[in-house]
Every structure is written in C-alpha cells, then in structure tokens.
C-alpha cells in the first residue's frame, strides 16, 4: 500500500514538472521578445542604413505600455521604423489603442511609416496614426535619404491579390536608388517584376509553430507550406532572393487567431543596408 502511494506521489510530481516546462515554453516562446537582424548589400547603398521593422502585434504588449518593445527598437537604433499591418486584430477596440499609442510613441523617436493588414484596415485608425505622427502610406511612396543613400519607399494596402494586379499601373520606378516595398502580404514574383530591390512584409506570423528544417507546420491554408508548398505560401519567415530582388518576411510579434507560438518567438526585424 506504501509502494503504491509513493507511485502516485510521484506519478503526479512528474505530471505537474511536465506542465511546468509546457507553460514555460509556451510563455518563453510566445510573449518574450527577440531580435531578428538581418544584412543586405548593394552598390546603391553608400552610407548604411538601419531599419526597424514592426508587423502583426495584434494588440499585444510586451511589458507595461510596450516598455520592453520600445526598448528593443530604441536598441537597434533605426534611422526609420516601416511596419508593415495587422497592428491590432479586427474589433478588437484596446488592442487598437495599444497599437497607436505604441506607432505614436515611437514616432516621437523615429520616423515611422506604416501600411495596413487585413485587420486593422480601418480609416479611423489610420487618421488616429497620422494625427500621432505616423505617415501611413496607401498606395505612395517617400523619398529618404541616410547620410549619402538615396531610398525610395513605397507602400500598399493590398489585403488580396487580383490576378490583375501590377506595380506599373501606380508607380514609375526609380532607379537611381534604392527602392523599398512595403506590403503586409508577400507576392515576390510581381513585386521583383516590378524592380523592387527589398520587399518588406508580415502576415504569416512565421507559421506560429515551426519545426527544425521543416519550418511552418501549417500556414492556415495547407500543411508544411515551406516543405511541400509552392509560390508565395512558401515564404513564411525569414529573407529571400529572387534574381536580384529581395524579401524580407518577418514573423511578427502577435499571436492569430491563438496565442500559440513555437520555436518562433515574437521578432522586432533589424535590417541593415550595406554598400556591397
């Protein structure tokens, strides 16, 4: 009878140590912060560039009033913050205040350009961000200059892709700089048709949950889309290169539609530009 409670004892230690380490990873993997860096050169960049980029919070927070978000971005020391949507979840009222209160603080800081997703595609929002400082970007672009770099940004409020759609029916392409594309959703075959040099988009969250080698397990519409997938569903997290265009894909920093990250923690997205 001893033996038999002493197994129980410690069948039910070992069951609570496993929950213990299951909420650990959970809360390690889904609501702390990490920094993605990455660098691109070119021979249009002469000084170099850094740049933030902000993608999918969906209404979260990092420490009170975004304290341990703002610290990792002040880190990185950007010359200008491009995010790219889906900043609060669609209806969710705080979430909307904590993503502008958020984009109005640092473009206290920074210069912050933004585009929207498909959840925070609202008129509202965007007069609240420009009131605050922020220059929403639908269908523009802005000349920026670093130091002796010459950049153009341009910025899309696509939430879908017609089979129709063309970069040549809005935009003249420069190329005397270098050109930037912001975009929440990636569609690299016409964005490097086009001639952008580096595309800047989210959406994907990284697929939340991520295997080694495999990486995304399901991207809300098909099974191991980087393993078994084609196209654009392919480009889940991380940069890529097509001829000599670019996509930077970042994971972002929320949780949709469940708060559930794995070996895929929530990323601020550091780009440095370098001469080549």
Same mark, same amino acid.
């Not at 929002?125 to 130091?147: C, K, M, N, P, Q």
């Given at each position: 009878?001893?033996?038999?409670?002493?197994?129980?004892?410690?069948?039910?230690?070992?069951? &609570?140590?496993?929950?213990?380490?299951?909420? /650990?990873?959970?809360?390690?993997?889904?609501?702390?912060?990490?920094?993605?860096?990455?660098?691109?050169?070119?021979?249009?960049?002469?000084?170099?560039?850094?740049?933030?980029?902000?993608?999918?919070?969906?209404?979260?927070?990092?420490?009170?009033?975004?304290?341990?978000?703002?610290?990792?971005?002040?880190?990185?020391?950007?010359?200008?913050?491009?995010?790219?949507?889906?900043? +609060?979840?669609?209806?969710?009222?705080?979430?909307?205040?904590?993503?502008?209160?958020?984009?109005?603080?640092?473009?206290?800081?920074?210069?912050?350009?933004?585009?929207?997703?498909?959840? %925070?595609? %609202?008129?509202?929002?965007?007069?609240?961000?420009?009131?605050?400082?922020?220059?929403?970007?639908?269908?523009?672009?802005?000349?920026?200059?670093? /130091? !002796?770099?010459? &950049?153009?940004?341009?910025?899309?409020?696509?939430?879908?892709?017609?089979?129709?759609?063309?970069?040549?029916?809005?935009?003249?392409?420069?190329?005397?700089?270098?050109?930037?594309?912001?975009?929440?959703?990636?569609?690299?075959?016409? +964005?490097?048709? +086009?001639?952008?040099?580096? !595309?800047?988009?989210?959406?994907?969250?990284?697929?939340?949950?991520?295997?080694?080698?495999?990486?995304?397990?399901?991207?809300? !519409?098909?099974?191991?889309?980087?393993?078994?997938?084609?196209?654009?569903?392919?480009?889940?997290?991380?940069?890529?290169?097509?001829?000599?265009?670019?996509?930077?894909?970042?994971?972002?920093?929320?949780?949709?539609?469940?708060?559930?990250?794995?070996?895929?923690?929530?990323?601020?997205?550091?780009?440095?530009?370098?001469?080549?």
């Amino acid at each position: 009878m001893k033996r038999r409670k002493e197994k129980k004892r410690h069948g039910c230690r070992n069951s &609570l140590l496993f929950v213990l380490i299951c909420a /650990g990873v959970w809360f390690w993997g889904t609501f702390t912060l990490t920094t993605e860096e990455i660098t691109i050169r070119s021979d249009q960049i002469a000084d170099p560039v850094t740049i933030v980029q902000l993608t999918d919070l969906h209404g979260y927070t990092f420490g009170k009033d975004n304290r341990y978000l703002i610290e990792k971005v002040k880190a990185a020391d950007p010359d200008f913050i491009v995010v790219t949507g889906d900043m +609060f979840t669609a209806g969710d009222e705080a979430g909307e205040d904590v993503a502008a209160a958020l984009l109005g603080r640092l473009a206290e800081m920074y210069p912050v350009y933004s585009v929207n997703g498909e959840h %925070d595609n %609202d008129s509202a929002y965007e007069a609240r961000l420009e009131e605050a400082g922020v220059d929403v970007l639908d269908y523009e672009w802005r000349d920026i200059t670093v /130091g !002796s770099t010459s &950049l153009r940004l341009y910025g899309i409020t696509n939430v879908y892709y017609s089979p129709t759609f063309d970069l040549t029916n809005e935009f003249d392409l420069d190329r005397s700089c270098f050109n930037i594309l912001a975009a929440h959703i990636a569609n690299f075959q016409d +964005f490097a048709d +086009f001639g952008m040099d580096l !595309s800047l988009c989210g959406d994907s969250h990284g697929g939340l949950v991520r295997l080694p080698v495999i990486g995304s397990v399901y991207n809300g !519409s098909s099974w191991f889309p980087e393993l078994l997938g084609s196209g654009d569903e392919t480009y889940e997290k991380g940069l890529y290169e097509l001829d000599d265009a670019k996509l930077f894909v970042s994971s972002g920093l929320g949780s949709y539609p469940v708060p559930l990250r794995f070996c895929n923690r929530p990323e601020v997205a550091v780009i440095h530009l370098e001469a080549e």
